[in-house]
């Protein structure tokens, strides 16, 4: 399977994004996804899933209430909205597939997840 993340820019603090992530290959429903980021010289954390069907979320604290994810399987694509914006948002967000039963719990950790996108960058200016 590939992912292809799009979205990314250059926006100002308390701005809106939307990211998407494109899957292709096979039927984006066989997996749970996420999205990822990583600043520079940090870890990759997760930031936000959501179960195959689209029924469960996940979210880090970081970002509740600010951030929404949201899934097409019709359309192959996985959706994060990200709101008010602040500067310690920047970093590249990666979208990842997690190949796992519909009763599973959603993965938190970057090594549950078996395929990955290529990032696309977030910078929040001040």
């Known amino acids: 399977v590939q992912l292809q993340a799009s979205g990314g820019g250059l926006v100002q603090a308390g701005d809106s994004l939307r990211l998407s992530c494109a899957v292709s290959?096979?039927?984006?429903?066989?997996?749970?996804m996420g999205w990822f980021r990583q600043a520079p010289g940090k870890e990759r954390n997760i930031v936000a899933a959501i179960s195959r069907g689209g029924g469960t979320t996940y979210y880090a604290d970081s970002v509740k209430g600010r951030f929404a994810i949201s899934r097409d399987n019709a359309k192959n694509r996985v959706y994060l909205d990200l709101n008010s914006l602040k500067p310690e948002d920047s970093a590249i967000y990666y979208c990842?597939?997690?190949?796992?039963?519909?009763?599973?719990?959603?993965?938190?950790?970057?090594?549950?997840?078996?395929?990955w996108g290529q990032g696309t960058q977030v910078t929040v200016s001040s």
């Open positions: 990842a597939a997690d190949r796992i039963i519909m009763t599973a719990p959603l993965g938190r950790r970057a090594d549950e997840y078996d395929y």
């Open positions: 290959g096979r039927t984006s429903s066989q997996y749970a």
